[in-house]
């Protein structure tokens, strides 16, 4: 009996050792799924982090876009509207002063200068300026240069506006045509 005990003990033993080393592999693999899940979480926080920080930068582009949007809705149309600007004022600038003092001319003179100053108002209540262009340095951001007329300014400083420049804001809406200094010969 003592062999039979020895046997079982042996028996019992063994399936002990074959039951912990199960027990064993079963953790080992637990804990390999709990590090593929802990991984797996961390590419998916990493991954909403991504996608929200994504989100915020479409956000960002579309309020910028919409705020473009509302402050130069008016370009197309300003540009469209300068050339009435530009010929209103030679008008003004063709009438000779006998004619400007001349009592049928003058409620036609004061009208046309009216109209001239409610250009300009309209202009700036919607952000357009004109661009200063005589006595500057020329910048090509801002003029453009037609011709160069021999002077005693500096060379480069703008002598002569041929048509006004103007800015929307902060962008340019048309360049002055300028004509520019350049050493007399």
Do not use: C, W
Request: aromatic share 4%.
């Amino acid at each position: 009996m003592n062999d039979e005990n020895m046997e079982l003990d042996q028996n019992e033993t063994s399936q002990a050792a074959e039951a912990a080393d199960g027990a064993s592999e079963a953790l080992d693999d637990l804990d390999a799924k709990l590090a593929a899940l802990e991984q797996e979480l961390e590419t998916t926080k990493q991954d909403v982090l991504y996608a929200h920080a994504e989100t915020q930068n479409v956000r960002r582009r579309m309020e910028k876009e919409l705020a473009d949007a509302r402050a130069y809705a008016a370009t197309s149309f300003a540009r469209d509207i300068l050339s009435v600007a530009d010929n209103l004022g030679r008008a003004l600038d063709s009438i000779p002063a006998e004619l400007r003092e001349d009592d049928k001319f003058k409620a036609l003179v004061v009208g046309l200068e009216a109209t001239g100053r409610e250009v300009e108002s309209v202009f700036s209540r919607h952000g357009i300026e004109k661009v200063k262009a005589l006595g500057e340095m020329l910048d090509p951001n801002l003029h453009q240069a037609m011709v160069e007329l021999p002077s005693d300014e500096v060379p480069g400083t703008i002598v002569q506006e041929m048509q006004a420049g103007y800015r929307i804001k902060d962008r340019l809406l048309r360049p002055a045509l300028v004509g520019v200094a350049k050493k007399p010969e």
